[in-house]
């Protein structure tokens, strides 16, 4: 009985790094939504969701996420 709650234990472990893992390749983006990225801060500014209209497959909140993680001048 021990070893199947460790067991559990362990798989919702994995289950936990799967889902930090599949979070990191999701802020990953091509180099040309990077360049549309950046174009469109600079004609609208924090408008996520108009960002993310352009880019196919993209929420506002990846967006975000994606520019405050690269681009965030605040330290």
Request: net charge negative; no cysteine.
């Given at each position: 009985?021990a070893e199947s709650e460790h067991?559990?234990?362990?798989?919702?472990?994995?289950?936990?790094?799967?889902?930090?893992?599949k979070q990191d390749s999701e802020?990953?983006?091509s180099d040309d939504e990077e360049?549309?990225?950046?174009?469109?801060?600079?004609?609208?500014?924090?408008?996520?969701?108009?960002?993310?209209?352009?880019?196919?497959?993209?929420?506002?909140?990846?967006?975000?996420?994606?520019?405050?993680?690269?681009?965030?001048?605040?330290?």
């Open positions: 009985m067991s559990s234990s362990e798989n919702a472990s994995m289950d936990s790094i799967e889902e930090h893992s802020l990953e983006f360049t549309l990225i950046i174009r469109m801060f600079n004609l609208v500014g924090e408008r996520w969701s108009l960002i993310a209209g352009r880019i196919p497959g993209r929420t506002a909140e990846e967006i975000e996420k994606y520019w405050n993680t690269r681009y965030s001048t605040s330290q």
